[in-house]
């Protein structure tokens, strides 16, 4: 057992947490300043988004500088200040590293832009297309297609070919079949651990290792391939993986490692995250957060069907049970808030349906993750205007859509509904005009809904969501059965109620929740709670009826 199966994390977005010195931006000194408010909440874990050196072209994880923080956060000796803090309070720090890429301003891809130059192998290069002139429409050397839009490759009229970016223009993949590369990563991560950094969050990890050489795939509507089989999951992301974890000293120092993993399913998780492997201790998945979307496109919205969420989530619950271990989150920086996502952010179901959410997905096995602001049940932004908008990737997927003429409302719907901008507003610590995040003008505008939902006014609130978060952590820390205990999902096809069991030697733990606005009948084929003990609940006063959005967490024996 490591020390992280028993750990909940909490995710701080560093530019919007809290800023120190009045310059709209979040930074190290605010997040010092506020290291009670994660004591108060009992987490175990930070996980810090990237603070390093950047252009700040995809707001940080575009790295120019592995060593050193970017002088919009802080300074090198605020980081070790906040690790020394956290660790004084029995808090431990995980970096968030980008190494399946970096900015086009680091010294290493500059330096690769030389064609004699050493490093020139530490990216994917490639000249035009055979018969077409260099930088004109057709000529990239493959259809490849970048996440956020466009071709995959850009064209660099100094060198006169081709590199590959499978995200933004400046954040050019580095090559990780060449072993210099792999070397000089492995160096950086090996020397944050000695400054005191306690493991990594290591960002679309299986991109890695992609097919080699890269080659046409099959093209989409618009001329180019998506298809994540040709990048992620390649044919030595295993051997990379292990060899990482080796030259890091990952297993050999219980260092907390997670992956995040697009296009991974069940089966590929257990062999990335199974301990005899030496290469992970968890993977992120997209596969229960990928619901709500038709095909593979975030912007195409569907219904959530909670029978579909329960299935996916039993199946991994299923799939890691005897061997590797869950990631278990409904919200982070990439994604839109869970409450307004999966739950009821009216005002009249807000808290009851945050505490529910929590209550669901801190009972599973697996090592829970809160994301800044979750805590207090902050809601989505409800931006209207593209202006109010700042996620580079919100930002193509309009211009996108708007030269193929699709309707305007239906794509602010969208935005609304799946921006990374919705879980980027400014951390709500108070009522004051700018949410006690700055003093000055905030990056990106506050979330109205601040005078009501904030942390000033939950911290002394035992009904708040906060105090609810607070007491399924407590719980967590105190029950071996919520942390090893044996999943088993009830009523599967059930539309309203998400009911399952944890089982642990002569101990069972009962959670029945009910995802709906309506009153619920707690139904006879559940097991008999008229003598169990009731552990924690969203309502005063249980009975046989479920209230809109109630849940509970019983004892059986």
Same mark, same amino acid.
């Given at each position: ?20 010195? *009045?310059?709209?931006?979040?930074? %190290? ?19 810090? $988004? ?11 994880? #575009? ?15 605020? @980081?070790?200040? /906040? ?41 994917? +290069? ?19 297609? &970048?996440?956020?839009? *466009? ?21 050019? #993949? ?16 090996? +020397? ?24 046409? *795939? ?5 001329? /180019? ?25 990952? &297993? ?48 195409? %919205? ?58 669901? @997905? ?96 939950? /911290?002394?609130?035992?009904? $708040? ?9 407590? %719980?967590?820390?105190? $029950? ?12 599967? #096809? ?15 733990? @009962? ?29 005063? $006063?249980?009975?046989?009826? @479920? ?11």
């Amino acid at each position: 057992m490591s020390w992280w199966h028993s750990a909940v994390v909490y995710q701080i977005y560093p530019r919007s947490f809290a800023d120190s010195d *009045g310059d709209g931006v979040g930074d %190290l000194r605010g997040i010092i300043d506020h290291l009670d408010h994660l004591v108060a909440l009992g987490v175990d874990v930070v996980w810090l $988004s990237p603070v390093f050196r950047s252009p700040m072209d995809d707001f940080g994880y #575009d790295i120019s500088d592995y060593r050193d923080v970017d002088p919009l956060f802080g300074s090198l000796a605020d @980081l070790d200040e /906040l690790i020394a803090g956290l660790h004084a309070r029995g808090i431990k720090l995980v970096l968030d590293i980008v190494v399946n890429h970096t900015s086009d301003e680091h010294p290493w891809f500059q330096s690769s832009r030389e064609t004699g130059s050493a490093k020139r192998d530490w990216y994917f +290069w490639e000249p035009p297309r055979p018969g077409f002139a260099p930088g004109t429409k057709g000529a990239e050397p493959t259809n490849a297609g &970048s996440a956020f839009g *466009g071709p995959g490759w850009e064209y660099d009229p100094a060198s006169g070919e081709y590199y590959l970016h499978l995200f933004s223009r400046k954040q050019p #993949d580095l090559n990780w079949e060449n072993p210099d590369v792999r070397a000089a990563v492995y160096d950086m991560m090996r +020397w944050w651990v000695a400054r005191g950094v306690d493991g990594f969050r290591m960002d679309v990890i299986n991109f890695i290792s992609k097919v080699h050489p890269i080659a046409d *795939g099959p093209a989409a509507a618009d001329g /180019l391939c998506y298809d994540l089989d040709l990048v992620a999951n390649g044919p030595r992301i295993h051997e990379f993986l292990a060899e990482l974890n080796r030259e890091v000293g990952i &297993s050999a120092d219980d260092l907390f490692s997670v992956g995040e993993m697009v296009a991974v399913n069940v089966d590929q998780a257990r062999a990335y995250t199974d301990p005899d492997a030496r290469e992970l201790g968890m993977v992120f998945t997209f596969e229960h957060v990928n619901l709500d979307q038709k095909g593979a496109m975030k912007w195409d %919205l569907a219904p959530l069907r909670l029978v579909d969420l329960k299935a996916k989530l039993a199946e991994w619950q299923y799939g890691l049970a005897d061997v590797g271990w869950n990631s278990l989150y409904f919200e982070n920086h990439d994604q839109p808030r869970s409450v307004s996502r999966f739950g009821d952010d009216s005002p009249r179901f807000r808290e009851a349906s945050a505490k529910t959410l929590a209550t669901t @997905l801190h009972l599973l096995k697996g090592t829970p993750y809160v994301y800044q602001g979750e805590e207090l049940g902050m809601t989505n932004a409800g931006f209207s205007r593209i202006e109010q908008y700042r996620d580079l990737e919100t930002l193509n997927f309009h211009t996108l859509a708007r030269s193929m003429r699709l309707p305007g409302f239906a794509i602010m719907r969208a935005i609304r509904t799946k921006s990374r901008d919705n879980a980027r507003t400014p951390m709500q610590w108070d009522a004051s005009p700018k949410t006690g995040f700055t003093t000055g003008a905030p990056w990106i505008e506050v979330n109205p809904n601040h005078a009501t939902i904030n942390a000033a006014a939950q /911290l002394g609130d035992p009904d $708040s969501v906060f105090a609810h978060y607070r007491r399924l952590i407590d %719980l967590r820390h105190e $029950s071996e059965v919520v942390v090893h205990g044996r999943f088993e999902l009830l009523l599967p #096809d059930d539309r309203r109620l998400f009911c399952y069991t944890r089982t642990l030697g002569d101990e069972q733990l @009962l959670v029945v929740a009910n995802w709906s606005k309506r009153r619920v009948a707690l139904p006879s084929a559940l097991p008999d709670v008229s003598g169990a003990e009731l552990l924690l609940g969203t309502h005063p $006063s249980p009975g046989r009826t @479920l209230a809109g959005w109630e849940s509970r967490v019983y004892r059986l024996r």
